[in-house]
Nanobody, 118 residues
Framework: QVQLVESGGGLVQAGGSLRLSCAAS????????MHWFRQAPGKERKFVAT????????YYADSVKGRFTISRDAAKNTVYLQMNSLKPEDTGVYYC???????????WGQGTQVTVSS
């Protein structure tokens, strides 16, 4: 099993920044790709960014490219999402994920709320 615990969400004004963290544990975690998804109120959960644990390669949704950065700290088994130039449409619950199950994640954290005010 894989356990994922997110932190770092909160309320921020448009144009501001936040950094989300996701601490991973569990003996099957090692080497899994890690992701961030988000879910706006009343909408489906959508992909934001992913990182390959072994080589650090990344991929982003077009809506966040150039504003968000996903990174990892292997020593801490932690993945980060640095979010800059935040917009009200970035508001939602942000979920950390590990592994792939089709186009979704095999494992999920509990989510952390991000609210961007205009």
């Amino acid at each position: 099993q894989v356990q994922l615990v997110e932190s770092g969400g909160g309320l921020v004004q448009a144009g501001g920044s936040l950094r989300l963290s996701c601490a991973a544990s569990g003996r099957t975690f090692s080497g899994l790709p890690m992701h961030w998804f988000r879910q706006a109120p009343g909408k489906e959960r959508k992909f934001v960014a992913t990182i390959n644990w072994s080589d650090g390669s990344t991929y982003y949704a077009d809506s966040v490219k150039g504003r968000f950065t996903i990174s990892r700290d292997a020593a801490k088994n932690t993945v980060y999402l640095q979010m800059n130039s935040l917009k009200p449409e970035d508001t939602g619950v942000y979920y950390c994920g590990a592994g792939w199950s089709g186009s979704s994640s095999s494992y999920w954290g509990q989510g952390t709320q991000v609210t961007v005010s205009s």
